[in-house]
């Protein structure tokens, strides 16, 4: 059965950092492409940012210049280091992992705040 699992959250004051993982118990992970979103409550979940197979990366715009995806294959991990936080970037953070099948994590919380 596949697993998905992030860490790496916490409560971090706004100007911090937090840098998210995300392992993956698939084979064949360096053909998935992977994705963060993140959620808050009552409203939709949000693509944050994304990385293919072959590392190209894109992120909302509301992310760009402070958050950078990367992946190591040879662990089966996603990273997502999360510099410059705001309170607005408070959320529960998911990752997805998709190539035929689609696999989500449980998330993990980030609370930026003073």
């Known amino acids: 059965q596949v697993q998905v699992v992030e860490s790496g959250g916490g409560l971090v004051q706004p100007g911090g950092s937090l840098r998210l993982s995300c392992v993956a118990s698939?084979?064949?992970?360096?053909?998935?492409?992977i994705a963060w979103y993140r959620q808050t409550p009552g409203k939709q979940r949000e693509l944050v940012a994304q990385i293919t197979s072959s590392g190209t990366t894109n992120y909302a715009d509301s992310v760009k210049g402070r958050f950078t995806i990367s992946r190591d294959n040879t662990k089966n991990t996603v990273y997502l280091q999360t510099n410059s936080l705001k309170p607005e970037d408070t959320a529960v953070y998911y990752c997805?992992?998709?190539?035929?099948?689609?696999?989500w994590g449980q998330g993990t919380q980030v609370t930026v705040s003073s």
């Open positions: 698939v084979s064949s992970f360096s053909l998935y492409y």
């Open positions: 997805n992992c998709r190539r035929i099948a689609n696999y």
